[in-house]
Structures are given as C-alpha cells and as structure tokens.
C-alpha cells in the first residue's frame, strides 16, 4: 500500500500562474485535509473533506478551490498564484466516521511562487 | 479557536538522554496527536492520545484532558529522534480537524 502520494513534490510557478496538487489515498478513509507549513510554524488547515461529496473552508482558505474527485482523491487548486503561498503542502487522511482518528500525511509538494 | 502551545521550542541533547516536551491548549478537546517531521519532511504519527497514557518503544504520552496539557517522554534518545514533535488538537467528530503548535525542534547529538 502507498498510503497517501503527493504529486508534485516540487513545483516553480510564476505570479498569476496557476496549478492543481494531486493527493491520492489507498486506505479506504473517508475524511481527507490540505495543509500549508510556513517556515518556523506549524501546518495550517486551508481545506478539508469530511466524505466524499463535501467539503469545507479551513483556517486558510484564502487563495485556493478543493474537489473531491472521488474517495481516493483529492485536489487543491490555486487560480493565480502569488508570492505569499510559497509553502510545503500536505495532504492527511483519516479513517471512519467517529473512530481511527489518527491522521496520516503524505511527504508534501514543495511550491515556490515567483 | 483553539490555541495550542508547545514548549521547549528548540531542545539539543546527547545521545541516551531523555527529555519530557510539553503541549498545553487552551479549551476542551477530545481529539489530541503527537507527530514527529524528520529532517527530511515527512510527518509520522506517533499517539492518538486524547486522554490517558499510552507507550510506544522509547517514547511515551500523558493527556491530561482536565487539565489541558499533554506530555510526551522521549527516553534514551537516539540520533534518528531529531526533527520537529507537533502537538495538534481538535473537537473530534466527522471531520476530526486538526489544530497544530508551532513544534519542539529537537536535535539529538553524538
């Protein structure tokens, strides 16, 4: 099992530019979240999915648009990049409705914004 | 929100030491976890440990719900324990959101 992949890892964007971070989940979890780390902070909730078919604003949704494709995946969208969410984002999933609350987190896509 | 606070903000030891990090937060919650980020970035969980004392290997956790604190108990550290421990909180429920500290950055040394 992959658990939750990422993609990019890396990724160079001009302002104004725009791009789409690919998450992807194979352990069968409802519940899937977008992060951003900031240098010296700790990981900020820009949006979340509680199941599929819905999703919600986080503490940061300023700036971004989320799908849930379907239950595997999840995307986070950015229509025109700027400097300031130059970031390491992380997708999380967790497990069943009121049990295994445990989050799991993929390795991150890197973006700097020109 | 809820804040959430984590202290010491930068710990160095030697290796075999041990070390207690701290996490206070400041109203009810009844979902709490520990991860580590290694050097490299990758986000591990360590506990889900919204109340009680749970122990795996060298590391240990207490969640004093009552009194909006928990502990976590590295012992005997080793040089692959550095990176940075998050403290993160939430409400529990369907969507289980999470807020984080701002970490414990620990550097483990020879």
């Known amino acids: 099992n992959a658990g939750v992949t990422q993609t990019p890892k890396f990724q160079v964007l001009k302002t104004g530019q725009s791009m789409t971070l690919q998450c992807a989940q194979d352990m069968n979890h409802n519940s899937m979240y977008w992060y951003r780390q900031d240098p010296g902070m700790g990981l900020r909730l820009i949006y979340y999915s509680a199941s599929e078919g819905t999703t919600d604003k986080g503490e940061v949704p300023n700036g971004y648009n989320v799908s849930r494709l379907n239950k595997r995946e999840f995307s986070l969208r950015l229509e025109s990049a700027a400097p300031s969410q130059t970031s390491v984002y992380f997708c999380?999933?967790?497990?069943?409705?009121?049990?295994?609350?445990?989050?799991?987190f993929g390795p991150g896509t890197r973006l700097t914004v020109l | 929100g809820i804040q959430v606070e984590q202290s010491p903000p930068d710990l160095i030891l030697q290796e075999g030491a041990n070390s207690t990090l701290r996490c206070n937060f400041s109203?009810?919650?009844?979902?709490l976890q520990w991860f580590h980020q290694n050097p490299w970035g990758q986000l591990i969980n360590l506990f889900y440990i919204p109340s009680g004392t749970k122990q795996n290997g060298r590391l240990s956790a207490t969640t004093v719900a009552t009194e909006r604190y928990s502990l976590l108990y590295i012992s005997s550290s080793q040089t692959t324990d550095s990176g940075v421990y998050f403290c993160a909180v939430g409400l529990g429920g369907t969507a289980s959101k999470l807020t984080f500290g701002t970490g414990t950055r620990l550097q483990v040394t020879l």
């Open positions: 999380a999933t967790t497990g069943s409705l009121g049990s295994y609350n445990e989050q799991f």
């Open positions: 109203d009810s919650v009844n979902n």
